[in-house]
């Protein structure tokens, strides 16, 4: 626990925090170029296609964000160390971005290539049973003004859900297995050309430095924001023992 | 602290330790840096205006509530990683009755001697010695806040705590009831149990050995 | 300091399942003396059952092929408010805090509640099966697959209702949250609830073992997961 702690540390110093950025800046350019320029157009959906460089990486970075959330609610109840709970509350503000952005793309995808916007493409559907998870973890951190007892509760609802999700998904794929329906995307060797390929790794990795990246912000600013309440505080409670970093 | 692998016997002659305890509810502090030491059989009573950080004291001391920074220990278990032990040891008794509205007074507590392993035939009797024993069979939704409190009186006597906490017990109560919470503090204190008590009502006679003021979230001693 | 003042007892001599029962007994107790899944949530399900069909009917056939949905549907609401009704006994007089104070597994005051829940919907779902049968017209099919998926569909939903219960009451104005809490995390028991039921009124009853194993999947699941993480919703 404590080695990954002072990684984090590291990580979310200034300097660290900058080069992440720099990278991430770096890695969203090279995507960029990379699936609108290089890669070819998809020989039956077109220049559409292109729009699973930036969904998949999305949809990807959802479940992530949600494993973060998982990992550090758990160790937020066996440690009630508080730093973990800032950890997942971050990555469930980041992560839900990330979901509704995925949901939307795949709309978007799907309109074009199957006339509506919503099939209830396995895939897309279990995203969209995450982002519902997701939007109830906020709301009860929203609802909650007891700062231990929200602590608590989320990590719960973290729990819980991560644990629920992938019994969702097989609930849902099953389901659909009744209609025979193809997915926008399919995935597996020789059905997609190399250079879409790489394309998509690049995406991904991009798109999991922008999380860092973002992760270290919002960090940095929970921060800042509890450094001003303990200062707020001083005058009637004198030095608190910082918490934990 | 106490060794935890001590559980039989416990050398505390110390039933309240807190060392430092701040409670804070967002950016509000209930109570600022508490230092609270009752021995064993010491009955200490709270005083203080409303807000000044009693309840959340009692509370602290109940394992209601986890102290935001600080520690401590009852009855020489750790207040944050042995709460279980404490709760075996200890009752509290607040404006709150804890019951259940639709159950009769017999019943509420038949489920807590079934729930912790108590003997349900004392129920008649510490039913009789709160003077609640006739109405034993009716349910508690149509009982004064007396009446109610009575009942709480009734299975704090069943359970025998060595730690006593209460907070405001005698608010809203009739005579009747604030006689059965003067008993049961006089018994606690004949026996040699520790009672911790904040109330604005005169203690018992000749029970309470210290008055402890609370004001603004800190402990101001009064009396020695 | 007297012999007397010195505590031997060690943890609460009671076991863990005779703490649940006793709770379990208790919310039941008070729940037959309340009557509220008779006064209230009968009511209600019948209420639902008979708007779902002014909005599906007249036709006949739409409303068969949605029976089991609309049913399920039903048990989905029933289900939230059974357990927020099982909390409102709690904070009452704030017993709640009483069982958290008490050297009462915590664990035990989950399955406790759960269980009672369980069997007031399963009371609910037999009296509800019989209404749709009656409007919508469906037949009752294989009924050992059936009473086998709202069994073990009733498990689910009281497991997950019975674990955040404790947030719809503990705070004013947790209401809305609730419902959004538990309706995603039992869409597995919806789904899979719909089309075991499906297969067992329309004759596949062979098909519906898949569903059902599901169902038990999830219950084995969410009353594994409830009982290890219950404690630290009651915890401050």
């Not at chain 1, 995450?130 to 973290?158: K, Q």
């Not at chain 3, 809305?176 to 009853?205: E, N």
């Amino acid at each position: 626990m404590d080695v990954a702690a002072r990684g984090l540390g590291k990580a979310t110093s200034r300097s660290g925090e900058r080069a992440l950025g720099i990278a991430a800046l770096v890695a969203v350019v090279v995507s960029a170029t990379l699936s609108l320029v290089v890669a070819p157009p998809d020989a039956v959906q077109g220049e559409v296609q292109r729009l699973m460089y930036v969904h998949v990486p999305a949809a990807w970075l959802a479940y992530l964000s949600f494993f973060a959330v998982f990992v550090a609610s758990v160790a937020y109840l066996k440690t009630r160390r508080i730093r973990w709970d800032r950890i997942a509350a971050a990555s469930a503000e980041i992560g839900v971005l990330f979901t509704a952005l995925a949901i939307a793309l795949g709309a978007l995808w799907g309109k074009p290539i199957w006339g509506t916007w919503w099939t209830w493409d396995p895939r897309l559907t279990t995203t969209a049973m995450l982002l519902l998870i997701y939007l109830a973890y906020l709301a009860v951190r929203r609802v909650v003004d007891n700062p231990s007892r929200r602590a608590r509760w989320a990590a719960v609802i973290g729990i819980v859900g991560f644990v629920d999700v992938p019994i969702v998904h097989l609930s849902v794929v099953w389901w659909r297995s009744l209609h025979q329906q193809a997915t926008l995307l399919r995935i597996g060797g020789p059905e997609i050309h190399g250079s879409m390929l790489t394309a998509l790794l690049v995406g991904v990795a991009a798109f999991t430095l922008v999380y860092a990246y973002l992760m270290t912000l919002r960090l940095r600013v929970g921060r800042l924001e509890e450094r001003a309440v303990r200062e707020a505080l001083s005058p009637q409670v004198g030095e608190l023992e910082e918490a934990d970093a | 602290m106490h060794p935890s692998s001590e559980t039989s016997v416990r050398a505390a002659t110390v039933a309240i330790e807190l060392r430092g305890v701040t409670r804070l509810f967002g950016t509000i502090p209930a109570i600022v840096r508490a230092n609270l030491r009752v021995e064993r059989g010491e009955v200490v009573v709270l005083r203080g205006p409303n807000g000044a950080g009693k309840t959340t004291l009692l509370r602290i001391a109940a394992t209601a509530l986890s102290p935001t920074y600080g520690r401590g220990s009852i009855l020489g278990f750790d207040l944050e990683r042995e709460r279980e032990e404490i709760r075996l040891r200890s009752d509290l008794l607040s404006h709150q009755t804890r019951l259940y509205e639709d159950l009769s007074a017999a019943e509420n507590l038949a489920f807590w001697c079934r729930l912790l392993g108590l003997e349900a035939a004392g129920i008649d009797a510490a039913l009789e010695r709160v003077g609640m024993l006739e109405v034993a069979g009716e349910r508690v939704r149509g009982f004064s806040q007396g009446m109610r409190q009575r009942i709480a009186v009734a299975r704090t006597v069943l359970r025998r705590p060595d730690l006593l906490l209460l907070d405001e017990p005698y608010t809203g109560l009739d005579a009747e009831a604030r006689h059965a919470v003067d008993d049961l503090i006089r018994e606690a204190a004949r026996d040699g149990r520790t009672v911790l008590m904040a109330t604005h009502h005169p203690a018992p006679e000749a029970v309470a050995h210290r008055e402890l003021h609370v004001d603004g979230g800190r402990i101001v001693r009064e009396a020695p | 300091m007297t012999a007397r003042a010195e505590s031997f007892r060690t943890r609460n001599s009671v076991p863990f399942l005779r703490q649940a029962a006793a709770i379990a007994a208790k919310d039941l107790r008070i729940e037959i003396r309340g009557r509220h899944a008779l006064g209230t949530l009968l009511p209600f399900a019948a209420t639902l059952l008979v708007s779902f069909g002014f909005a599906f009917g007249p036709g006949r056939d739409v409303l068969e092929r949605t029976a089991p949905g609309l049913l399920w549907m039903a048990m989905l609401f029933a289900a939230v408010m059974a357990a927020r009704r099982s909390y409102q006994a709690e904070t009452e007089d704030d017993a709640l805090e009483g069982l958290l104070l008490a050297p009462v597994d915590k664990a035990a005051v989950f399955l406790g509640k759960a269980i009672a829940v369980a069997l007031e919907l399963l009371v609910l779902v037999i009296a509800v099966l019989l209404m749709v049968v009656v409007l919508f017209d469906l037949s009752p099919g294989n009924p050992f697959a059936l009473l086998g998926a709202f069994a073990l569909g009733t498990v689910g939903l009281a497991a997950v209702g019975g674990l955040f219960g404790v947030v719809a009451e503990a705070e004013r104005t947790r209401e809305a949250v609730f419902p959004m809490l538990v309706l995603p995390l039992v869409t597995p028991v919806l789904i899979a609830g719909v089309r075991a039921t499906d297969l067992a009124t329309t004759g596949q009853a062979g098909e519906a073992a898949q569903w059902l194993g599901l169902l038990l999947a999830f219950d084995i699941v969410f009353v594994s997961v409830g009982i290890l993480v219950f404690g630290h919703l009651m915890e401050d």
